[in-house]
């Protein structure tokens, strides 16, 4: 039986103390998960002493784990419709059909769904004295027209230093994902952290949104190891 939050924010700090790898798991985006995720965040980065990241780092962790539930309850609304979400003119339907019927009640109903069909996104945070990292895997592939998007959003995003001059710039073509994917780029160029530590890795089975902050110039990103691997 699942713990209640009150029961699992009590226990954020001896789990942290003890822990340099932290797992969450949810299929739905509540007022609870933010404050658990806040109050995780809060003390880890108060652990090592860089408390100055916690609203950059809250701000990414939300939107990463916001976009994947989205990613996840879309994958089931097109299966109960009866839509093949990788063909272009289903796609264009049920995105459409998505978007008129969309609400926060449907996505409280689309979040139980996906728990029942064992559909969710796990959020891992891995800390350490020289930097830390978050990893927001939801276990559903991204399909390939979204993934182009997406990529060209995060190029096209490392060109702006304010979130309000990109959504001006694209107002036309920017939907919820795309600015997201811009505010995180930015957010990290503002406070001195390469963007290019934000990465969107695509897999046959899940999506992985991996986001590294270093502390100091003795952290070794994971992108660093696997340049040195090949």
Known sequence: ???????????????????????????????????????????????????RFIEMLYT????LTINGIKANQKRVFFEDEGLNITDETDYQKGIKEYAKRFSEKMADEYGKRCLARGVYVQIKFHFCP?????????NTPVIKNEEVRMREKMKKSMGYNDIAEFYMD???????AGLG?????????????DPNLFRIITHSDRTVARVEIPFNDNYVSIRSAELLEI
């Not at 990414?60 to 939107?63: L, V």
């Not at 694209?170 to 919820?176: I, K, P, R, Y």
């Open 1 to 51: 039986m699942a713990k209640p939050f009150s029961e699992l924010e009590a226990q954020i700090p001896e789990l942290v103390k003890a822990n340099s790898k932290i797992v969450v798991r949810s299929s739905r985006m509540n007022r609870q998960l933010e404050q658990y995720v806040l109050g995780l965040i809060t003390e880890i980065l108060g652990e090592v002493s860089q408390g």
């Open 130 to 138: 020289d930097g830390l990292l978050v990893e927001v895997t939801n």
């Open 170 to 176: 694209n107002m036309d073509n920017t939907e919820g």
């Open 60 to 63: 990414i962790t939300k939107e």
């Open 181 to 193: 994917i811009a505010l995180i780029m930015i957010l990290l160029k503002n406070e001195g952290v």
